[in-house]
């Protein structure tokens, strides 16, 4: 009998022991990823204030451009009316720009009545610094010559994509977003425990002021976890699109056009609308989205390529290269993009809410101004913890481990 009384005394002690030694490594690795969570936040909170508050009005570029800009408006046109030609359209819109050469021919996503020509000094200047000359469609008349530069969403754009530092502020913005990316997993981590021990969405109102807006940073935090990943996800995958289309254009282009890498640009093109109707019926059920022209980034010294996609909201974001001869106006190929530009292309329009109109646009910013809360509410309740002392690891490890009576009287004491 007392045998069996000392071996259970001391199997409780063993159960008792396990349970300290667990208990303090739940409680350090709580710390360890609360020191992960504080300072991936820490160094990349400012910046993602910066990309959510110059994000929200992007959401909405084209209604704050209609807003603020005064613009010609193409002719109305009864239904069905075809379009002009667009040897004729190319022709009207270098007349308004003399001396200079077309990079590209743009259909506009948002006005199907309107297109662009995009010039440049010569054919090999930068296309980011070229003129968009606006056509109307259906009549191929000039209509404006807008300066993009200027307006309010382009210099947001600008802030949001590269800060104003080109292809260093676009892979210094990405590397943000992998930290808040962590960030937000560590967050999850450390938030997980204090779910077996509390309600979800618990607001302990009868505690401190700290804990009270921790637990609503936590809640709108852990509300937020799909959405904060996504859109951080895919900004990642954004600023890489400079590198990305390199990568096509060095890869796949190459090897589209290898046999024709002696050829120079033709003295005399084929006819532009010709290359397009080729491009169309090679590719039924599709719609073009521009035309690179020869000697630009996006084709070859002797190719039109015209771009073409699909007709579905998905589908309409992906694009399909046709390569038209500029001497001949054959077609010569015609592929598929490679996967990691067709993420490329998926991600940019999921960033900014734009598969669902208006509705998503909606939800888009609700979604953005509640994580400007939760990047706010972090930064005050890391101020509040150092202007009491109290590290962040051990705050976080002490609001997850437990609501009791210790608890309270550690948030009473500070």
Excluded at 190 to 218: C, E, Q
Aim: net charge neutral; proline share 5%.
């Amino acid at each position: 009998m007392l045998v069996t009384t000392l071996q259970a005394g001391h199997d409780a002690a063993d159960d008792q022991t396990i349970q300290a030694i667990q208990l303090i490594a739940t409680t350090t690795s709580l710390r360890r990823w609360g020191a992960v969570h504080k300072w991936t936040s820490l160094i990349c909170t400012l910046f993602m204030l910066l990309l959510c508050i110059t994000g929200l009005p992007l959401i909405f570029h084209e209604q704050i451009d209609e807003l603020l800009h005064d613009q010609v408006k193409p002719a109305e046109v009864p239904a069905g009316t075809p379009r002009a030609n667009l040897d004729q359209v190319l022709a009207n819109a270098m007349a308004q720009q003399p001396g200079k050469v077309p990079h590209f021919l743009i259909w506009d996503r948002d006005d199907p009545n309107a297109m662009f020509v995009s010039v440049g000094p010569t054919i090999d200047a930068d296309p980011t610094n070229n003129l968009l000359v606006r056509m109307d469609t259906h009549t191929g008349a000039y209509l404006d010559a807008p300066d993009f530069t200027r307006r309010f969403t382009f210099i947001m754009l600008k802030l949001h994509t590269d800060m104003f530092a080109g292809l260093p502020g676009k892979l210094f913005l990405g590397l943000m977003g992998i930290l808040f990316c962590v960030a937000i997993i560590s967050g999850i981590v450390v938030y997980a425990p204090s779910m077996r021990k509390l309600r979800f969405g618990t607001y302990r109102g009868h505690r401190t002021r700290v804990v009270r807006w921790l637990d609503v940073h936590n809640l709108a935090g852990i509300l937020l976890v799909a959405w904060t990943l996504v859109v951080g996800f895919t900004g990642v995958i954004n600023t890489w699109a400079d590198l990305v289309l390199k990568m096509w254009q060095f890869g796949q282009l190459a090897e589209m056009t290898a046999q024709y890498r002696d050829r120079l640009v033709p003295a005399k093109l084929a006819s532009l609308n010709a290359a397009v109707e080729v491009a169309s019926q090679a590719m039924p059920g599709m719609t073009p989205s521009f035309v690179a022209f020869p000697g630009t980034t996006f084709s070859s010294k002797s190719h039109y390529a015209v771009f073409m996609h699909g007709d579905t909201p998905l589908t309409s974001r992906l694009l399909k290269p046709a390569l038209i001869d500029a001497e001949t106006g054959k077609l010569t190929d015609s592929r598929d993009m490679p996967w990691y530009v067709l993420t490329l292309f998926v991600s940019q329009p999921l960033h900014f809410g734009d598969y669902g109109g208006m509705p998503l646009k909606i939800v888009w910013a609700l979604l953005d101004v509640l994580t400007i809360f939760v990047l706010v509410t972090g930064l005050y309740l890391w101020w509040r913890r150092r202007k009491a002392g109290v590290s962040q690891e051990r705050a976080i490890a002490n609001a997850a481990a437990i609501d009791n009576p210790l608890s309270d009287r550690r948030d009473a004491a500070e």
